[in-house]
Nanobody
């Protein structure tokens, strides 16, 4: 069983930055890929970024356009999402998940955190 717990959300002004953290645990978590998704009110959950534990290979949604960076710290069993140049449209609940390596669809992930709220004010 894999557990993931997000932290780091909050309220930020447009143009600001936030770093989200996802702490992973469980005997087999390193066999999974890790991903970040987000869900805004009234919208479907959408892919943001993904990373592999072993080589740190990454994948991003096209709309990220260099504003967000996913990384991992193997020693701390933690995955990060650095978000820069935030816009009001980035307001959403951000979820960390464990699943297929570099999976782009929510259905490819089986273990989800509780989510962390990110609110960007204009």
């Amino acid at each position: 069983q894999v557990q993931v717990v997000e932290s780091g959300g909050g309220l930020v002004q447009a143009g600001g930055s936030l770093r989200l953290s996802c702490a992973a645990s469980g005997r087999t978590f390193r066999t999974y890929g890790m991903g970040w998704f987000r869900q805004a009110p009234g919208k479907e959950r959408e892919f943001v970024a993904a990373i592999t534990w072993s080589e740190g290979n990454t994948a991003y949604a096209d709309w990220v356009k260099g504003r967000f960076t996913i990384s991992r710290d193997n020693a701390k069993n933690t995955v990060y999402l650095q978000m820069n140049s935030l816009k009001p449209d980035d307001t959403a609940v951000y979820y960390c998940a464990a699943g297929a390596d570099l999976g782009l669809r929510a259905s490819e992930y089986g273990q989800w955190g509780q989510g962390t709220q990110v609110t960007v004010s204009s």
